[in-house]
């Protein structure tokens, strides 16, 4: 039962992609809380829709991870830093389903529906909610900070295996 040496195409593909696509999210919500400007709104129509967009590349991403053999962590790492290194991309799961998740959830107790590229819309609740929609509005924003974070993690553990390690962590990934 060999494992290989480097995630497949369709790992470091969806894994780049999501990258790209969570940094872009997260600069947005970023901006969309610090601006009343006139392009607020077009940045947070765009921001909705592929907030949606993203809970279903986490998903196929998800399913992808479970078809497939990952490589195996370097053999000398110690017990308690492979089970940290398994929470912190569980945890990274449970973010990126969460954030997209509370971001509609928000939506929907104002009562503003979800246009996806005029693909499909998800629905809204008939009349406001201000309890509910506050309280998955400062979620939303307490998941924000956290994903932050765990990237910030994820990132450093990567750069720590490529230039201290000098292992061939992240080059699976590349």
Do not use: C
């Not at 470091?12 to 992609?17: D, I, S, Y």
């Not at 290194?85 to 104002?110: D, K, R, V």
């Amino acid at each position: 039962m060999n494992k290989p040496t480097q995630f497949s195409l369709s790992m470091r593909v969806l894994h780049w992609g999501m990258a790209a696509l969570v940094m872009s999210m997260l600069a947005a919500g970023l901006l969309m809380i610090r601006s009343l400007d006139p392009w607020q709104l077009t940045i947070m129509t765009l921001h909705k829709a592929f907030g949606i967009i993203a809970v279903v590349l986490v998903t196929v991403r998800l399913l992808n991870r479970m078809r497939h053999k990952l490589p195996a962590v370097p053999n000398d790492l110690s017990a308690l830093q492979k089970k940290a290194a398994t929470a912190s991309h569980w945890l990274l799961y449970g973010l990126l389903f969460a954030m997209p998740i509370s971001g509609y959830l928000m939506q929907y107790f104002a009562a503003r529906p979800i246009e996806v590229f005029g693909w499909f819309r998800l629905p809204a609740a008939l009349q406001v909610d201000i309890y509910n929609y506050a309280v998955f509005r400062e979620l939303h924003g307490w998941l924000a900070i956290a994903l932050t974070g765990v990237i910030a993690l994820h990132v450093s553990a990567a750069l720590h295996h490529h230039f201290i390690r000098k292992d061939n962590v992240l080059k699976s990934m590349l």
